[in-house]
């Protein structure tokens, strides 16, 4: 027994290394079959991928290609129209010469006078250039000119406007003065009004007896009779006496006025209608200027101021009474003393 189970033992050894290099062998060829396998799948889809790659190029050179066919095709459609046209123009051109080539001839004579004509225009058109550069070269001197004007214009304006201004405060200055001066020449006339009222009230005291003496308004009214002879300028002795009288109070009445009051005593003569004509009286007009200046005179050589007299002749011009009898008449013939401002 236990040498038969040895001698089984044995053949279980001999057999088993045989087997499994078998399968050993089997395994390493099924492992070199997998990995070629998985290599050769790998470069397949390696060259798939590269296909993939290469069919999109080539989709997008197509895409190009056909995008520039169709430009061409345009091209080409541009192209075969701009033929046509060119053929439909050398036709045209191919008959026009030969029409021109018909009238050779009489073209001659044509495009010489066209060309006279043609030289008229050329020189016509010269001129017109030649009169349109002097209108322009005159108008731009124009719009110069203008433009000097206007600054001008401008600059007067100006001036105006300064001098309206100064003129406007001219006459502001003006209005004041003259303002100023109403209410001085107002307050120097009620002066003299005051004084004026006392030189006729002295005069009235002084004269109270005469009866051909008399006041008219703001007047002192002394007959002619009472002064001068009938025709005559020269003062009688009652005429002297009473102008020493006047004289007096004038000179008294020329102390007290203030010296800003510009007073004068104003004798006016006049006489009646009766016209006189002598040797030194002419007239009028001569005896009643002679009357008036021969009062003057005399008051200055009583002391009156000359500045502060006046003198004048009206004739029969402004008569107090408008009757034609002896008492008027009487009337008309006077010499007038007005104390009156300058």
């Known amino acids: ?23 050993s062998t089997l395994l390493l060829v099924v492992t070199f079959l997998m990995s070629i396998f998985m290599l050769a799948q790998y470069f397949a889809s390696q060259e798939a991928s590269g296909k993939n790659s290469a069919l999109q190029r080539l989709n997008r050179q197509i895409a190009e290609l056909t995008s520039l066919l169709s430009l061409e095709k345009s091209k080409a459609k541009s192209a075969d129209d701009e033929l046509a046209a060119l053929q439909a123009t050398l036709a045209a ?47 731009d001197l124009l719009n110069q000119q203008l433009l000097a004007l206007r600054r001008q214009i401008a600059a007067l304006n100006e001036a105006l406007e300064t001098s309206e201004k100064k003129d406007q405060a001219s006459q502001d200055r003006i209005k004041d003065l003259g303002a100023r001066l109403n209410a001085a020449l107002a307050r120097q006339v009620q002066e003299l009004q005051r004084y004026r009222s006392d030189f006729f009230g002295r005069l009235r005291e002084l004269l109270k007896e005469r009866k051909d003496i008399r006041v008219v308004g703001d007047r002192f009214v002394f007959e002619s009779e ?14 002297i006496g009473a102008m020493d009288q006047l004289a007096q109070a004038i000179v008294e009445l020329g102390q007290q006025i203030p010296p800003e009051i510009d007073w004068v005593l104003q004798v006016d003569g006049h006489t009646d209608i009766r016209p006189i004509n002598s040797p030194q009286f002419p007239s009028n007009w001569e005896l009643s200027t002679a009357r008036a200046a021969s009062v003057v005179k005399y008051l200055i ?3 009156v101021p000359a500045r502060h007299l006046v003198a004048a002749g009206y004739g029969e011009f402004a008569p107090l009474e408008s009757g034609t009898d002896e008492a008027s008449l009487r009337k008309n013939r006077r010499i007038e003393l007005k104390l009156t401002n300058r």
């Open 226 to 239: 009472v002064l001068f002879p009938s025709g005559q300028a020269t003062m009688t002795p009652e005429g």
């Open 301 to 303: 050589s009583r002391g």
């Open 1 to 23: 027994m236990p040498r038969g189970r040895s001698r089984r033992g044995g053949d279980y050894g001999e057999f088993w290394p045989g087997y499994v290099d078998a399968l």
């Open 93 to 139: 051109l191919r008959q026009d010469n030969q029409r021109l080539s018909g009238f050779a001839l009489s073209g001659n004579e044509q495009a010489k006078t066209q060309s006279g004509r043609i030289s008229a225009l050329e020189d016509s058109l010269d001129t017109q250039k030649k009169v349109s550069d002097d209108a322009l070269a005159k108008v």
